[in-house]
Each structure stands twice: as C-alpha cells, then as structure tokens.
T-cell receptor, first 115, second 113 residues
Framework: DAGVIQSPRHEVTEMGQEVTLRCKPI?????LFWYRQTMMRGLELLIY????????DSGMPEDRFSAKMPNASFSTLKIQPSEPRDSAVYFC?????????????FGPGTRLTVL | AQTVTQSQPEMSVQEAETVTLSCTYD???????LFWYKQPPSRQMILVIR??????QNATENRFSVNFQKAAKSFSLKISDSQLGDAAMYFC??????????FGTGTRLQVFP
C-alpha cells in the first residue's frame, strides 16, 4: 500500500495567489482529514469527510479556505486568496471509521510558504 | 469538550536509557482510544502505539509501552533502550465518540549518545 499521498510536498507562492493542495487517501478508507500544523497553534483539524461528505468544517479558519472530496480517492484543499499567515504544514490523513479503532494514517504533508 | 495535555515541552534521554513522556486527558466519555504519534524531522506523523480504553492491559510495541491509568486519565509513554532514531516530537491523541483526533501540544524528545 502506498499510504496517503499528498502533493505538492512544498509550495511557495505569493500573497493573493490561489493554492491547491491535493490528497489521495489509502484505498478502502472511508474518512479523510485535513490538518494544519504551525509552531504557534500546533496541529489543528480543519475539516473531515466521511464517505466523501463533509462532516465537520468548524476548523476551517475562514471563507478563503475550501475543501472538496469529489470521490473516494481524491480530495483538495484550496486557499484563495492566500496570505502569509497561511504558511504552515498541511497534512492529510485517512482512516477506516466503523471498524473499531479510529487510527488515522497521515500523509507526508505539504509545506506551504506564502510570501 | 475533550482535552489532551502534554506538560513536558522537551525531554532528553541518553542512548540505551529509559524515558517516560506524560499525557493527561479530560473526557466524560467511557469508550475511547488513545494514541501516541511520533513526528521525526521528516515531518511524517507515525503511529507508535494505541490503547483502547476498555482494555485494562497496557499496550506494548517492542521498546514502547504505555502506562494507562483510566481513573486518573493518564496515558504515559515509556521508551526503553532509547535509540538515536527515537529523537522526534511525540504527540498524545484522543479519539472518542466522534471521528476526530484531539492532539496534545507535543513533547520534543532529544536522545544523546
């Protein structure tokens, strides 16, 4: 199994530009999570999907952030327009909910730098 | 709401020695899971060990073991025979009735030769 795949691994952009982060969950998993990690705020859950449906987006910081999961094997997190304070490492994780243990498997993360 | 607290921002240990990382949590739920994740400099979040709250027996994975005290809401991680590769950030996490993981703020572990 390839694990959770994220792209790009690194992204540098200028303030005001649109940024799209991509995630491919582990095949067979039914839940997908987007996290943001910063030194100041630690690991924050932004949004999660179950069976491709957004369940909880209360962690999405503002309307500039949006996430989609058009099918079971792909999700995007979009920031438009980006701001320097969005600089962080963004993680995607997937799990198989309903099988007892809510273990989440993380991707390698995308380091985003907004200049 | 559930919370997870890691009161040790940094810890250090000498190679081959044993170190214990602390974690406490607060919840009103009776069924839940607890996890320790390791994040090395590569940033990859790696599951180290997990514990089901309904199990009294402490989980072990090779050199890693936990001391789970349900009444005290404590979930510490013991690393035996520490190795240089154990140097990383360690996060304690809680999963209850929702699907979400709640993370502590992490403990940075340094391992000295």
């Amino acid at each position: 199994d390839a694990g959770v795949i994220q792209s790009p691994r690194h992204e540098v952009t200028e303030m005001g530009q649109e940024v799209t982060l991509r995630c491919k969950p582990i095949s067979g998993h039914n839940s997908l999570f987007w996290y943001r990690q910063t030194m100041m705020r630690g690991l924050e859950l932004l949004i999660y999907f179950n069976n491709n449906v957004p369940i909880d987006d209360s962690g999405m910081p503002e309307d500039r952030f949006s996430a989609k999961m058009p099918n079971a094997s792909f999700s995007t997190l979009k920031i438009q327009p980006s701001e320097p304070r969005d600089s962080a490492v963004y993680f995607c994780a997937s799990s198989l909910i309903g099988q007892g243990v809510n273990e989440q498997f993380f991707g390698p993360g995308t380091r985003l730098t907004v200049l | 709401a559930q919370t997870v607290t890691q009161s040790q921002p940094e810890m250090s240990v000498q190679e081959a020695e044993t170190v214990t990382l602390s974690c406490t949590y607060d919840t009103s739920e009776s069924d839940y899971y607890l996890f320790w994740y390791k994040q090395p400099p590569s940033r990859q979040m790696i599951l180290v060990i997990r514990q089901e709250a309904y199990k009294q027996q402490n989980a072990t994975e090779n050199r890693f073991s936990v001391n789970f005290q349900k009444a005290a809401k404590s979930f510490s991680l013991k690393i035996s025979d520490s190795q240089l590769g154990d140097a990383a950030m360690y996060f304690c996490a809680y999963a209850g009735n929702t699907d979400k993981l709640i993370f502590g703020t992490g403990t940075r572990l340094q391992v000295f030769p």
